[in-house]
């Protein structure tokens, strides 16, 4: 061609048409490698004397390249709208459960607060109140953090990170103190201290809700 070789009007397509396919056809191989071509911007590289089906065949090749990023791109769209409508359903969801939990039990807990309890029982109102106030921000890390921590495991760490002593957290929790420790030995095999000098009090504090 006069004035321009084949590899700078490659370069210049794209910015006429950046979504063009380009199949570049020569008969001087030696001086253009294919790796040449592709980093000018073509799409293939066929050589003279070519025969229909290459031709066809390279074309056909394009044609489901093409097809195939439509599909993701329908993809990608398809799944940002399904993840918008989960966010929005769980937030639905979690403002329910808080509705739910001020109107159907708080006011129970104040009933029992104002009736004649013992010190335990005291102990125990004042764990669940503060624990459905905060609708336990502390125990929906663990658990989704460490998948595998059963909920009475779950009900220890809680108490251990308010400072519960074991026998506070055998009477509390209506379990033996060799429970307890079970319990507290399983913590720190499945929260990786087992190993570890760590005091288990202060990992349970250490982790950010």
């Given at each position: ?15 006429i ?22 980093e ?58 808080v ?19 013992n ?15 905060k ?52 913590l ?9 000098n ?12």
């Open positions: 061609m006069e004035g321009m070789d084949g590899l700078q009007l490659l370069k210049e397509i794209p910015r048409d950046p979504g063009l396919d380009t199949i570049i056809m020569t008969g001087f191989t030696r001086d253009s490698t294919y790796s040449d071509v592709i000018a911007g073509a799409s293939d590289f066929i050589s003279k004397p070519f025969q229909l089906p290459e031709l066809k065949a390279k074309i056909e090749r394009l044609n489901r390249e093409r097809k195939m990023q439509r599909e993701l791109r329908d993809l990608n769209t398809a799944l940002g709208v399904l993840l918008e409508r989960g966010e929005k359903e769980r937030e639905k969801i979690s403002a329910q459960v509705s739910n939990v001020k109107e159907l039990i708080f006011p129970h807990l104040d009933k029992l607060k104002n009736s004649r309890l010190a335990e029982q005291k102990d125990l109102v004042e764990i669940v109140e503060s624990g459905l106030s609708i336990s921000p502390f125990m929906k890390n663990l658990s989704a953090q460490h998948t595998q921590i059963s909920s009475m495991e779950i009900q220890v760490a809680n108490l251990i990170k308010a400072g519960k002593r074991n026998k506070e957290i055998s009477a509390l929790l209506g379990v033996s103190l060799n429970t307890v420790m079970t319990y507290r030995y399983r720190r095999t499945k929260l990786g201290l087992k190993r570890e760590a005091n288990l009090r202060s990992y349970l504090k250490s982790i950010e809700f």
